[in-house]
């Protein structure tokens, strides 16, 4: 009942930036955790960052810490992935989970999903 689409992703620089979006529609009420997830060719999905909208929680992956930001917009029933200094390992489709997970990082916990959105960084 709750749909996803992610939007933003692009061709960057390394070191450039990037914003992702994450727009959610439905019945969106009781669900509180948006976790954004990539994936790069041959590799399986992996957690970049999640955000929990009635207590503020924010948790990020080691690999992005310090560059990635995760952000909300209530009004909008939007989530945002603001990534810094993109180097070339982070190039992979970028997917956006909602649900109430107890692992932030663990996919089988959250119940929607969108199409993804691709991003490339260029060495």
């Known amino acids: 009942q709750v749909h996803v689409v992610e939007s933003g992703g692009g061709l960057v620089q390394t070191g450039g930036s990037l914003r992702l979006s994450c727009e959610a529609s439905?019945?969106?009420?009781?669900?509180?955790?948006v976790g954004w997830f990539r994936q790069a060719p041959g590799q399986d999905r992996t957690f970049v960052a999640g955000?929990?909208?009635?207590?503020?929680?924010?948790y990020y992956a080691d690999s992005v810490k310090g560059r990635f930001t995760i952000s909300g917009d209530n009004a909008r029933n939007t989530v945002y992935l603001q990534m810094n200094m993109l180097k070339s390992e982070d190039t992979a489709v970028y997917y956006c989970?909602?649900?109430?997970?107890?692992?932030?990082?663990?996919?089988?916990?959250?119940?929607?999903w969108g199409q993804g959105t691709r991003v490339t960084v260029s060495s």
């Open positions: 989970l909602t649900g109430n997970p107890g692992d932030y990082s663990d996919t089988k916990q959250y119940r929607y």
């Open positions: 955000l929990t909208w009635n207590t503020g929680s924010t």
């Open positions: 439905g019945r969106t009420a009781g669900v509180y955790t």
